[in-house]
């Protein structure tokens, strides 16, 4: 196959210095957990994302080399055990040097309340468009606090396999729909109850903005404290789990991670 072998001649030719990924993952401990083999994959995935994807900077933003490597690892961890064809749908990454201003934007509730106004993103991820991202943001992710926009935002593009993101990717054979939806909604309520109360959580409130909000803050909770994720909502770790094919705390019944091919 012509993509199999291109990716084949990308890595004989091209690699992320020792230096610089080293770097890179010792910056970053969401993916601490990762074993020697896992982070050789996610370091051919990530030199391969760089080949395959175009990272465009916005307004007086310069990428370097150290900044879009940081963009590929982290943007590469959730397939690690998918592939690079989960993101074959889109072609770019933007990164403005800030949060950005989103004007005249209309948002459906759950209740069916049209909203309209103005809002300051982090981070956004276009149906059948680029992902764009805030570099403060970026830095800030992968931390091990808790905050992982480019998570957020690239589980985003996942759930958009099957068409608008809706808090449903699509599941690998084997696993229940049925039993996502109720993991995934008894979560989402009990959340929403929470805040309902007046209560603070630690979980970011805006998971409970509609369904496909809550599946990205879930995912970047999974890669970022997957610890606390699991004892919060030990199904949809689970279902996580299952899903991204990795197992971060080990406990979810699963080997931690799956090989799979770029």
């Known amino acids: 196959m012509l993509r199999s072998w291109r990716r084949r001649r990308i890595l004989a030719r091209h690699s992320i210095p020792d230096v610089?990924?080293?770097?890179?993952?010792?910056?970053?401990?969401?993916?601490?957990?990762?074993?020697?083999?896992?982070?050789?994959r996610l370091r051919d995935l990530a030199l391969l994302f760089l080949h395959d994807k175009s990272l465009e900077p916005a307004g007086d933003i310069v990428l370097d080399d150290a900044m879009r490597v940081r963009i590929a690892l982290?943007?590469?961890?959730?397939?690690?055990?998918?592939?690079?064809?989960?993101?074959?749908?889109?072609?770019?990454?933007?990164?403005?040097?800030?949060?950005?201003?989103?004007?005249?934007?209309?948002?459906?509730?759950?209740?069916?309340?049209?909203?309209?106004?103005?809002e300051v993103l982090t981070g956004e991820a276009w149906e059948q468009g680029p992902v764009i991202?805030?570099?403060?943001?970026?830095?800030?992710?992968?931390?091990?606090?808790?905050?992982?926009?480019?998570?957020?935002?690239?589980?985003?593009?996942?759930?958009?396999?099957?068409?608008?993101?809706?808090?449903?990717?699509?599941?690998?054979?084997?696993?229940?729909?049925?039993?996502?939806?109720?993991?995934?909604?008894?979560?989402?309520?009990?959340?929403?109850?929470?805040?309902?109360?007046?209560e603070q959580p630690w979980i970011d409130p805006y998971a409970v903005q509609d369904p496909a909000e809550f599946f990205a803050v879930m995912a970047e909770l999974f890669f970022d404290v997957p610890a606390s994720l699991e004892a919060e909502y030990p199904q949809v770790y689970r279902q996580l789990a299952a899903f991204f094919r990795q197992d971060p705390t080990g406990r979810a019944g699963g080997p931690r991670t799956s090989p799979a091919s770029p």
């Open 20 to 40: 610089l990924w080293d770097s890179t993952v010792a910056a970053t401990p969401a993916v601490a957990w990762l074993d020697a083999g896992a982070r050789r």
């Open 74 to 118: 982290l943007a590469c961890q959730p397939i690690l055990e998918l592939g690079l064809d989960s993101y074959a749908a889109f072609a770019s990454v933007i990164v403005y040097p800030e949060a950005f201003l989103v004007r005249d934007r209309e948002h459906v509730d759950e209740d069916g309340v049209v909203h309209r106004g103005d």
């Open 133 to 198: 991202l805030s570099w403060p943001d970026v830095q800030a992710s992968g931390r091990g606090e808790g905050y992982n926009v480019v998570a957020h935002e690239f589980a985003h593009k996942l759930d958009m396999l099957d068409g608008a993101a809706n808090g449903l990717p699509p599941l690998h054979e084997g696993m229940d729909v049925a039993a996502w939806e109720a993991d995934f909604d008894s979560a989402y309520d009990d959340l929403a109850t929470r805040l309902g109360r007046g």
